[in-house]
């Protein structure tokens, strides 16, 4: 219709000496560094800027991990609740712009005619009286507008439905993180249990061992006590670690809309790979692909916008009522006169409305928070990066000397079995190898699930792979809510 272009062209042209329009948005600036200040030396620098497509879980090799991330991506309530957000963004934003669109009201109303006929060569005169009555409906438009107000709430409920979708992008990126963690920190725990029965089943040993030294004279009461120790502390860990089992697994359910149930594992721990090449993207680029970053400057936007929807509160109103199609003399007189024409009347409104001041005011102090939770968004994201980059390389680290730990200890225990094979250990001898290997292992294990995490935190931190199966789409209901 030309209703808008026309009206928006001729506000432009009057806004040019007033400062009812608010405030024009600024990027705030946030001196982006050139680099990371923690150097990750096994990742590989990629800017490519369609990481946020990489399915990054496929490197792991593991087909119940690439279900499990699937199947979270298109049911997870809490993704369908953003989608939600965004058909209400979008209706507020039609409702918004249908502004523009003269309101019409049927006018139904009662109406009589009556025709005379009168015999003019007559003397007397005589009235047949033919009547018409009936019912008339009239349409009648009632466009009664606020221009500026129009405008700045469009680009308010704009910004609000970009954030909503980006808010709807973030979520999708938590909810990979915590699908990947929740199964790594499942089949770690299914192996664990098994290291912990090792340990506890080989501490036991011990201990019988130890109790017939201690029959026998051999040991005091007191070092006999210590293998009873080590045997109780095992064995208590045992229902801590099936405890976790079920937590993971009801965890991981309830991200892909499931009831709480078991999950069969995939790959085995001690088989999921670690070392594949972590991207490291410059900082200009994550905050490109930071859906949180994104959101946030959204929200800035909004409530920059916002400012103007109440400051236009002083702008006049346009009454436009009138026949279909047609204006009233409101247009012509508030752009014929001066410029200065409708800020008199903003002027002498401003002191009788205290209420819209108020409304700026509390506008400004939005954007205020808004302006400082952007600001600490990106801080964040700078920071959440950098720890991510460090924290691989370091996990990384400790992770490759407790695997050589691992393997001295594994040299100790194989030389003490040789040595008890030919006579020179004593069985308790061997036995206290072995559980010191039992608890290398766990260590290792321990170690290894640190670095799964920190490879899951940095793909995080890095915004990959929440655009993969995208969609602001909803699932049907079959009925009269259905919103799509």
Not at 37 to 61: G, I, M, Q, T, V
Not at 94 to 116: D, R
Not at 304 to 323: D, Y
Request: hydrophobic residues 40%.
């Amino acid at each position: 219709m030309k209703i808008k272009p026309v009206l928006t062209l001729l506000t432009a042209l009057s806004l040019t000496s007033c400062g009812l329009w608010g405030p024009n948005y600024v990027k705030p600036n946030v001196d982006t560094p050139e680099q990371w200040r923690s150097k990750d030396k096994l990742s590989k620098a990629d800017n490519d800027s369609n990481f946020k497509n990489e399915a990054w879980w496929l490197r792991f090799n593991d087909p119940k991990l690439d279900f499990l991330m699937y199947q979270a991506l298109l049911h997870n309530n809490t993704i369908q609740q953003s989608i939600g957000n965004i058909i209400q963004a979008q209706a507020n934003l039609e409702a918004i712009e249908y502004g523009w669109v003269p309101t019409l009201s049927l006018s139904p109303s009662y109406s009589t005619s009556a025709a005379f006929a009168n015999n003019l060569n007559s003397q007397t005169s005589s009235a047949t009286v033919g009547g018409n009555t009936g019912y008339t409906v009239g349409l009648i438009p009632n466009y009664t507008i606020n221009i500026l107000q129009q405008l700045r709430s469009e680009e308010f409920a704009k910004s609000s439905l970009l954030q909503a979708t980006y808010t709807k992008n973030a979520t999708r990126l938590a909810v990979l993180s915590q699908v990947a963690g929740g199964y790594f920190t499942l089949v770690q725990q299914t192996y664990l249990l098994q290291l912990q029965k090792d340990l506890t089943n080989d501490t036991l040993a011990a201990y019988k061992l130890a109790q017939d030294q201690y029959d026998n004279g051999y040991i005091s009461l007191l070092t006999l006590q210590s293998y009873l120790q080590y045997y109780q502390t095992a064995k208590a860990q045992q229902p801590i670690i099936e405890n976790n089992i079920i937590q993971s697994q009801n965890a991981i359910q309830v991200l892909i809309n499931r009831n709480p149930g078991p999950i069969v594992n995939g790959v085995k721990f001690n088989e999921v790979k670690t070392d594949g090449i972590i991207p490291a993207n410059l900082p200009s680029v994550v905050l490109q692909q930071r859906p949180d970053v994104m959101a946030a400057e959204e929200q800035l936007k909004a409530a920059n916008a916002n400012i103007g929807v109440a400051t236009s509160t002083f702008f006049p109103s346009i009454n436009l009522t009138g026949g279909v199609g047609s204006a009233t003399s409101s247009l012509s007189s508030l752009f014929a006169p001066t410029d200065s024409f409708w800020q008199v009347r903003a002027a002498a409104t401003f002191p009788f409305n205290l209420a819209a001041v108020a409304k700026i005011k509390g506008a400004k102090g939005a954007y205020y928070s808004a302006y400082y939770n952007y600001i600490n968004t990106v801080r964040t994201a700078f920071q959440q990066v950098d720890n991510g980059l460090s924290a691989h390389q370091k996990i990384t680290e400790n992770y490759q000397e407790q695997l050589k730990f691992y393997a001295s200890n594994k040299t100790t225990y194989d030389l003490s079995v040789a040595s008890f094979n030919n006579g020179l250990y004593n069985k308790l001898q061997e036995l206290n190898a072995k559980v010191q290997l039992d608890n290398a292992a766990i260590t290792v294990a321990n170690s290894k699930m640190q670095q799964l995490q920190s490879i899951v935190n940095l793909y995080q931190a890095l915004a990959g792979g929440y655009n993969i199966k995208n969609t602001e789409s909803a699932y049907s209901f079959a009925d009269a809510r259905d919103a799509n």
